[in-house]
């Protein structure tokens, strides 16, 4: 393809994008499709020649869109939005075309500058204290991953890096019973063992009770632990509880406990003032977490990782082979500020997304989301055979169906986890579930970037009618 033909296809790309946005509506949310369904309509092997870039894009309107789930269907309520918008799409073809490596300042200086500024400005529309210093990671997992080897270098002065584990560091690491897989998975890479993941009860709100944090660091400690790092949780992924942050950094700055918050969904909702409050006691945490990725529209990667003794994490990660020495000092090289070595120009779309939107226009549109998960609250709540299952502190709520004269568990588990497959088969809307209590709840999360009241409510009466029907 040259610079012309790149030109033609180009334009007409852009037009399919446009046209995929405008007409979203007509396909399926999530596609009615049997496993093999894409793969058998494709050739097994590579082409030995070159194919007509037209017949590439036909094959991929034709067999990979309608294999696609569509994440920016105004009604995919699942899991929590990947959500995107136009400046950041344009700031991805623009990422594409520069295909920098950012790893260092000298290998793309702007970059290396951009992602400086874009954190510092995310530091202050969360309202973080301004001894944070930010870096983007491509995901929470990868930011937990980094803030508990941090951590557990740090703690161990650095001499697991060096010479690996003794045996006997007996280190402890301590979350919610309804926290994030991602923190296991980091406390298994982390060398510190599965079985070294302390998970602590919840109230009746699936926030964690820091009573028990501190009873277990107690016997723990008695028992010769070396508790490492608590992770808390700003809103779960189940039901998006909010661990209480005040109390569990006390615990943690009595126990000289490193502190990480995990904010990955709904740290976007601090840009909002009237949320600030969640910040209560960030003044003990070490480290922070929230994605961008998922509910400020900014496209899958980006997760923003604040730390607020960047020595440390630098001193964990840093590696300077000679042949990526470089002469610069006193510039952000941010290979040294996590795991990977190459890495995206991830603050490209940031900047474009702030930027376009403004502050008050990302403010707008998340309290937008506040608002319907309200709307859809007192809707649910008006029904005597729904039940709402957690707090709605934010766009995500958990709720069943709970038909009257059922009252067997197990049965009404049944009956709602069929309901939810009915329900995603007619590709009318996607919702996900998770289970709070044992109980089998459906979640329902308001974040799609250009989701509005008629989509909130015409997915409620198809959600009301299915379940009543006999
Ligand atoms: C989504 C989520 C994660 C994981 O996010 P990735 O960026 O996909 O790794 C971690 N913690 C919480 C609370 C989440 O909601």
Redesign the pocket.
């Known amino acids: 393809m040259d610079s012309d033909e790149f030109k033609r296809w180009g334009y007409e790309i852009v037009d399919w994008i446009a046209d995929y946005f405008n007409n979203i509506e007509k396909y399926d949310v999530k596609p009615n499709i049997e496993p093999g369904y894409v793969i058998n309509q494709l050739a097994q092997n590579p082409p030995e020649n070159s194919e007509k870039f037209e017949n590439i894009l036909e094959d991929f309107k034709n067999i990979i869109v309608p294999g696609m789930t569509h994440w920016q269907h105004p009604k995919f309520f699942g ?2 939005p990947a959500n995107t918008s136009f400046p950041s799409i344009a700031a991805e073809f623009l990422t594409s075309a520069l295909a920098a490596q950012c790893m260092m300042w000298q290998t793309s200086p702007a970059a290396a500058e951009l992602e400086e500024l874009t954190m510092e400005w995310l530091r202050q529309m969360i309202g973080l204290p301004n001894d944070f210093t930010g870096v983007i990671q ?7 991953l980094c803030s508990i080897l941090t951590a557990r270098e740090k703690y161990s002065s650095f001499n697991i890096n060096t010479k690996g584990f003794s045996g006997d560091e007996q280190f402890r690491v301590y979350c919610s019973s309804e ?5 296991e998975k980091a406390v298994k890479i982390a060398g510190i063992g599965k079985e070294n993941l302390v998970k602590i009860p919840v109230d009746e709100n699936f926030a964690m009770l820091p009573d028990e944090l501190e009873k277990v660091l107690e016997v723990d400690i008695i028992n010769g632990y070396k508790p490492l790092c608590v992770v808390s ?5 189940g039901s998006t509880a909010i661990d209480p942050l005040k109390e569990i950094g006390e615990i943690c700055k009595d126990n000289n406990i490193w502190l990480h918050v ?5 740290g976007s909702a601090l840009i909002l003032p009237e949320y600030r409050y969640l910040l209560d006691g960030i003044k003990y945490a070490d480290s922070f ?1 929230f ?1 961008p ?2 509910w400020l529209f900014t496209n ?2 980006c ?1 923003a990782y604040f730390v607020r003794d960047k020595e440390a994490l630098i001193k964990t990660f840093e590696m300077i082979p000679e042949y990526l020495k470089s002469a610069e000092s006193h510039v952000n090289n941010y290979k040294d500020w996590g795991i990977q070595l190459g890495r995206r120009f991830r603050a490209l779309k940031l900047w474009f997304v702030i930027r376009s939107f403004g502050v008050s226009g990302l403010q707008e549109k998340l309290r937008f989301h506040i608002q319907l998960a309200q709307y859809l609250v007192k809707k649910i709540e008006s029904e005597k055979d729904f039940e709402i299952l957690a707090p709605v502190p934010f766009n995500t709520i958990c709720f069943r169906y709970k038909p009257a004269g059922v009252v067997h568990e197990e049965e009404i588990n049944k009956i709602n986890e069929n309901l939810l497959s009915k329900l995603n088969e007619t590709g009318k809307l996607f919702l996900t579930h998770t289970k709070l209590n044992g109980k089998y709840v459906i979640r329902f999360m308001i974040g799609q970037t250009n989701v509005n009241e008629k989509h909130v409510s015409e997915a409620w009466e198809l959600l009301k009618s299915e379940s009543r029907k006999k």
Do not use: E, M, P, R
């Open positions: 899991y929590f491509d995901t929470a997992s990868t930011a937990t926290a994030h897989s991602s923190i949780a700003l809103g779960t992924t995990d904010a990955a969904f709904a977490v994605n990725h998922k899958f990667d997760s």
